[in-house]
């Protein structure tokens, strides 16, 4: 949902022809099997590089039936979307897209997070989901082929890091010369994500939502597990250069640049964090 905020933007003013997409990992209310799924579990899907996917409306985990909500997306778009498989290394992820990206004829990649909390260093109380975030923005710190930049939507809307604690992650990126300018939401921009909402599952993103309306105060997600600090900050997209995020805030990003696969992400970043998504979902 993040994603279609900054395309739609790109869109409608713009005159861009956007190309959305996600990870195949979705969060343990939709899909109670730990961990991403890897393409030869998903069915549905059209191959279009190593580890990529174009989703349709019926691409679903083979087993469990589990639809992804990268196919609740192409149903709302009328068009296919993007699924990458995420339980590669950052190397092996970045080949894909670059291979995917050739073969959609992009020109840019922007890697979109929710909330924040990508550019952690990894000892925020809140910091829930760390490693798909690392793995993906360390993919995206080694393609070369296309222009690359990241993007923050949401400040703080999931629940993780503060608004205050994204804004200070963003000034260490602006310091080393990598802030790449924002953009909030509009109106029209707007319009579209109440209507996706009503297709695609999201909670986070929905608190962007209320941020553009006005609302103020302190939102509940995740069954109350996650408390969202709501201000007009959560309604802008900020845009960064994601190698140099990787030289100063993303810490985690940098310490799983080298991974082989998520397994070997994961091990990587239990030094520097309380725990990753992972080891919660196998935990429970």
């Known amino acids: ?5 900054v395309a739609e933007g790109c869109r409608l003013y713009a005159g861009a022809s956007p190309v959305v997409g996600g990870v195949s990992w979705e969060r343990r209310v939709i899909d109670p099997e730990p961990g991403p799924r890897s393409s030869e579990e998903i069915e549905g899907g059209s191959p279009l590089a190593p580890g990529v996917l174009l989703a ?58 929710v909330g924040g909390d990508a550019l952690a260093h990894g000892d925020e109380p809140g910091l829930a989901s760390p490693l798909c975030d690392a793995v993906m923005l360390a993919a995206a710190s080694l393609i070369e082929s296309v222009p690359v930049v990241g993007a923050v939507f949401g400040a ?81 997209t900020l845009f960064f250069d994601v190698r140099v995020a990787l030289g100063s805030a993303a810490r985690l990003a940098a310490a799983v640049r080298e991974a082989s696969d998520i397994e070997s992400a994961n091990a990587l970043l239990r030094p520097l964090v309380r725990k990753t998504e992972l080891d919660y979902e196998r935990d429970l």
Request: glycine letters at 14%.
């Open 1 to 5: 949902m993040g994603a279609l905020g």
């Open 56 to 113: 349709g409306p019926e691409t679903r985990v083979r087993a469990s039936g589990v639809v992804f909500c990268e196919a609740h997306m192409a149903r709302f778009l009328g068009l296919p979307t993007v699924l990458v498989d995420v339980t590669r290394g950052p190397a092996a992820i970045t080949a894909g897209i670059d291979e995917a990206a050739r073969e959609l004829g992009c020109d840019l990649i922007v890697f979109v997070d």
């Open 156 to 236: 703080g809307c999931d629940g993780e890091l503060t608004p205050d604690q994204v804004l200070t992650r963003l000034a260490e990126v602006a310091a080393g010369g990598g802030l790449a300018g924002a953009r909030g939401l509009t109106p029209a921009v707007a319009e579209r994500l109440e209507a996706a909402i009503e297709v695609v599952p999201t909670e986070a993103s929905a608190q962007a939502l209320r941020c553009f309306r006005g609302e103020r105060g302190v939102a509940s997600i995740r069954g109350g597990r996650r408390s969202v600090e709501l201000t007009p900050v959560g309604a802008l």
